[in-house]
């Protein structure tokens, strides 16, 4: 059976450490990392995620600002805000919560923010250095990915790795992380063939598509290190919800083949959050 890659409880080690950093910080001179959080309208889920985040800036002794904004502003205002915060001193972090209502263009929003300032990633200045090998923010998601393998000393370099789903803001920006490992990596899709063979020839799988249970546990190379990135709702009538969280994957079965595996939920998603503070820790040091 598969070590269980635990993201909750190494989420919970980082934010510790962060912690530390800011009260040192705090301690010598009072001034502390901050993060802005814009959230447009009133998404739902968005504002579970800005909660959250909030809340884990919080623990760490990090300052947070929400700026919540109205679902019909016009592009320009929400431009006006933007550089509002990239003028703002107390603020080392802007986080533009995604989706926006559908008048915005959210990729004119995101190139609004100052590079220096972008700890989602998504700047086109950072996602280029980031594809050069230069020293940038990375996104959340694909840096936590990273960060699991390294913290349970587990190699990438000379490996073979697929990463099943090519999405700007995990798919690509991982596949380019494991390649700066070192890995050997193969980026699946909608169009790809033969994703079965891929997988079973992989050493280090990463899925990232939403779809529930896609990757079938008989896929999975005896041994391969599995990365489950989906966080996909099923029906489950013995659940008080009504539902549960699944993988990307055949978690049962895999678990069987795989050496290593991130669960869903309590795999990647906790370490998003905690890449999040890491990434604005970084942006106030880099000042």
């Not at 083949?257 to 503070?277: K, N």
Request: hydrophobic share 40%; glycine share 8%; aromatic share 4%.
């Amino acid at each position: 059976m598969a070590i269980i890659l635990d993201g909750k409880k190494l989420s919970e080690t980082i934010n510790s450490e962060i912690a530390e950093e800011v009260k040192k910080l705090a301690d010598s001179s009072k001034d502390v990392p901050g993060l802005a959080v814009i959230i447009v309208g009133d998404n739902p889920a968005s504002k579970v995620y800005v909660a959250s985040k909030k809340k884990a800036c919080a623990k760490a002794g990090i300052f947070s600002l929400e700026v919540a904004l109205d679902k019909n502003i016009t592009q320009e205002k929400l431009i006006e805000e933007i550089q509002k915060l990239n003028n703002d001193d107390r603020i080392n972090g802007i986080l533009l919560q995604l989706p926006l209502p559908k008048h915005l263009d959210e990729h004119v929003a995101l190139e609004a923010i100052s590079p220096e300032k972008d700890v989602d990633g998504f700047h086109p200045t950072n996602v280029g250095k980031l594809y050069i090998g230069l020293d940038t923010f990375v996104p959340c998601t694909p840096k936590g990915v990273i960060e699991i393998l390294k913290r349970y000393n587990i190699s990438i370099s000379g490996k073979n790795a697929v990463v099943v789903g090519r999405s700007n803001i995990v798919g690509k920006p991982v596949a380019a992380l494991l390649m700066k490992e070192n890995a050997t990596v193969t980026i699946a899709h909608s169009k790809t063939q033969n994703l079965p063979d891929l997988v079973k020839n992989s050493d280090i799988v990463v899925s990232a598509i939403g779809k529930p249970y896609f990757i079938k546990g008989d896929w999975i190379k005896e041994g391969a290190v599995v990365i489950d990135v989906g966080i996909n709702s099923v029906d489950d009538p013995s659940s008080p919800k009504g539902y549960k969280l699944v993988g990307d994957v055949e978690f049962e079965e895999a678990s069987k083949r795989a050496s290593y595996i991130t669960p869903v939920p309590g795999g990647v998603g906790p370490m998003t959050i905690a890449m999040l503070l890491s990434n604005t820790l970084k942006a106030k040091l880099r000042k």
